[in-house]
């Protein structure tokens, strides 16, 4: 039901920021804990960070924390990733996705498997070149 956009991808110079944008439609978006991953070619999918329902709880894999922010504004029905300090390594297809169930808590947050969220995004292609 849940239908997912992703936009704000581009190309950037090693140390700049990006912020990516999801647009979500189908309903239930404010009732699902929603999450950013990535893909590079080659590679598997990796978790980059999760939000609960209303931003109450967030979690963000080591190797973002500190760089990245995840956000939502569920009256746009909209979840952002800003993204600052980019290097050569952030380069991936960057998804959304909106976890499997309408379950609360921190335990959906903090479990970063992707086999966890059922919808998903295009993706949008982040490039930074150093």
């Known amino acids: 039901q849940v239908q997912l956009v992703e936009s704000g991808g581009g190309l950037v110079q090693a140390g700049d920021s990006l912020t990516l944008s999801c647009a979500a439609s189908?309903?239930?978006?404010?009732?699902?804990?929603m999450a950013w991953f990535r893909q590079a070619p080659g590679n598997e999918r990796e978790f980059l960070a999760a939000?609960?329902?209303?931003?109450?709880?967030?979690y963000y894999a080591d190797f973002v924390k500190g760089r990245f922010t995840i956000a939502r504004d569920n009256a746009k029905n909209t979840l952002f990733l800003q993204m600052d300090s980019l290097d050569v390594e952030d380069t991936a297809v960057y998804f959304c996705?909106?976890?499997?169930?309408?379950?609360?808590?921190?335990?959906?947050?903090?479990?970063?498997?992707?086999?966890?969220?059922?919808?998903w995004g295009q993706g949008t292609q982040v490039t930074v070149s150093s």
């Open positions: 996705a909106a976890h499997r169930t309408t379950r609360a808590g921190v335990a959906v947050v903090l479990n970063r498997e992707a086999s966890e969220y059922s919808y």
């Open positions: 189908g309903g239930t978006f404010s009732s699902r804990a």
């Open positions: 939000i609960s329902q209303i931003g109450r709880f967030t």
